[in-house]
């Protein structure tokens, strides 16, 4: 079956109150348009199409290799009807196929929904999706049941109260549908409705039951959304085998990767790009974004942990350390109220309190360098660039900015002095 999808991302989002469009508003590691994109995606369509407007430009770097056309809607033709005529015009119509509409404001949309629905296209010309209308907001369009007869009421003042809401996303078949969209009229908000089009299938059409159908017209449906998928990320880890000890108060995001046998405590935030493996320990209030963490590593708690950091296997890092564009070893620890910038860091490694890599002189970031069973003495500084020897042991207080060799003790600080207290 030759298959489309048209995500229709054309709306001005005015009730959002954002100098952002919402559809480029990130949600738990991802802009909000990219979970519709990535459903698609997951279809494997023939071809995507997404419609927007005039004043957005919707950066698809991402998706170089995936055959996707964007086009404008024109102005005269206003609404989710508009945009699906603007859609339409990019799709072969001569020949037989199926086309998907999406909403690009829904980052709940799922593919394995749709899938399931499309199980259904061959018998059924158009299939559209229903939430229980009690779920969502009164904005939505409910739909209608006359006798046999189903319709989508999209203007609210018609409003009237049923079982269900309109959830957003449809399947057509795409030669019939490119023949009755050409029949919308608009309303009196001067706008095309898409769900218009229902109606011209007869009794040739099916509705299915969707659960989870949040658009994100405003902020206060950003939370929902956000929410709904927080739950989707926690039960994903938890049936993989991780612990999370409070589900409300640990935050994930869609590119978290969390192994069996982690335990997360209350009050984690695990951005985009963490990788945690199995064994590890999260403790509260850790932030973590832009990291890996190897099998039986410790964080935390209150750690920092970002921008390309690796921690190896049976590691620590504790209390107040923030970590950034470094690796530390196995077996090394840094237990307490330490930063450590741009520093790669060997085996064994006892990294004192109050430990500082000071990387960065103005202008520009520098590297450090400590190898393996090195004894970092607390409140030390390192002045970068610079190596810390195998072996070596820098005494408390140093501030080190020469290379240290090997099996060396270093201690860089002022004479201690006593006089006598007048």
């Given at each position: 079956?030759c298959?489309y999808?048209?995500i229709l991302a054309?709306?001005?989002?005015?009730?959002?109150?954002?100098?952002?469009?919402?559809?480029?508003?990130d949600?738990?590691?991802?802009?909000?348009?990219?979970?519709?994109?990535?459903?698609?995606?997951?279809?494997?369509?023939k071809c995507?199409?997404?419609?927007?407007?005039?004043?957005?430009?919707?950066?698809l770097?991402?998706?170089?290799?995936i055959n996707i056309?964007?086009?404008?809607?024109?102005?005269?033709?206003?609404g989710?009807?508009?945009?699906l005529?603007?859609?339409l015009e990019?799709i072969d119509i001569s020949k037989?196929?199926k086309?998907?509409?999406?909403?690009?404001?829904?980052?709940?949309?799922?593919?394995?929904d749709?899938q399931?629905a499309?199980?259904?296209?061959k018998?059924?010309?158009a299939?559209?999706?229903a939430v229980?209308?009690?779920?969502i907001?009164?904005?939505y369009?409910?739909?209608?049941?006359n006798?046999?007869?189903?319709?989508?009421?999209s203007?609210?003042?018609h409003l009237?109260p049923?079982?269900?809401?309109n959830?957003?996303?449809?399947?057509?078949d795409?030669?019939k549908?490119?023949?009755?969209a050409k029949?919308?009229?608009?309303?009196?908000?001067g706008?095309?409705h898409?769900?218009?089009c229902?109606k011209?299938f007869?009794k040739?059409y099916?509705?299915?039951?969707?659960d989870?159908?949040?658009?994100?017209?405003?902020?206060?449906?950003?939370?929902?959304?956000?929410?709904i998928?927080q739950?989707?990320?926690?039960?994903?880890?938890?049936?993989?085998g991780a612990r999370i000890?409070?589900?409300?108060?640990?935050h994930?995001?869609?590119?978290t990767?969390?192994a069996?046998?982690v335990?997360?405590?209350p009050n984690?935030i695990?951005k985009?790009?963490?990788?945690?493996?199995s064994g590890a320990?999260?403790?509260?209030f850790?932030?973590?974004e832009?990291?890996?963490?190897?099998?039986?590593?410790s964080?935390?708690?209150f750690?920092?942990?970002?921008?390309?950091t690796?921690?190896?296997?049976?590691?620590v890092?504790?209390?107040?350390?923030e970590v950034?564009?470094?690796?530390?070893?196995?077996?090394t620890?840094a237990k307490?109220l330490?930063?450590?910038?741009?520093?790669?860091?060997?085996?064994?490694v006892?990294?004192?309190a109050?430990t500082?890599f000071?990387?960065?002189?103005?202008?520009?970031?520098?590297d450090?360098?400590?190898?393996?069973?090195?004894l970092l003495?607390?409140n030390s500084?390192?002045v970068?660039?610079?190596?810390?020897g195998?072996?070596a042991?820098i005494?408390?207080?140093?501030?080190?900015t020469?290379n240290?060799?090997?099996?060396?003790m270093?201690?860089?600080?002022?004479k201690?002095?006593?006089?006598?207290?007048?």
């Open positions: 079956m298959l999808v048209i054309a709306g001005k989002s005015s009730r959002f109150k954002s100098s952002t469009s919402k559809l480029l508003v949600m738990a590691g991802q802009r909000i348009i990219d979970y519709v994109i990535q459903a698609a995606i997951d279809l494997s369509p995507i199409i997404i419609v927007q407007n005039e004043k957005i430009d919707i950066d770097t991402n998706y170089a290799d056309k964007c086009v404008k809607q024109i102005n005269d033709l206003n989710t009807g508009g945009a005529l603007c859609g990019a037989q196929s086309v998907i509409i999406l909403s690009g404001d829904n980052p709940l949309i799922q593919a394995c749709i399931n499309l199980l259904f296209s018998k059924y010309d299939i559209f999706a229980e209308a009690k779920n907001q009164s904005s369009g409910r739909i209608l049941k006798e046999n007869h189903y319709s989508i009421e203007e609210i003042k009237a049923t079982q269900y809401a959830a957003g996303w449809y399947i057509f795409t030669q549908l490119a023949v009755y029949n919308m009229s608009k309303h009196f908000d706008e095309y898409l769900p218009d229902v011209y007869d040739n099916m509705h299915v039951i969707y989870e159908a949040v658009g994100v017209n405003t902020m206060a449906e950003y939370q929902i959304a956000y929410e998928l739950n989707r990320f926690r039960r994903k880890a938890i049936e993989n000890l409070d589900m409300k108060s640990v994930l995001s869609c590119k990767k969390i069996a046998d335990t997360i405590y984690v695990c985009e790009h963490v990788v945690i493996e320990q999260i403790y509260s850790s932030h973590l832009n990291c890996k963490i190897e099998s039986k590593a964080v935390g708690p750690a920092y942990l970002r921008s390309d690796h921690l190896y296997e049976n590691s890092v504790g209390a107040f350390v950034k564009f470094s690796s530390i070893g196995k077996n620890k307490h330490s930063y450590i910038g741009n520093a790669k860091i060997g085996k064994n006892t990294v004192g109050g500082v000071c990387n960065y002189d103005g202008k520009h970031k520098h450090s360098v400590v190898k393996n069973n090195v003495g607390g500084t390192y970068a660039p610079v190596t810390i195998n072996n042991l005494g408390a207080g140093s501030t080190i020469k240290v060799p090997d099996e060396t270093a201690i860089a600080r002022s201690e002095t006593f006089k006598v207290r007048k």
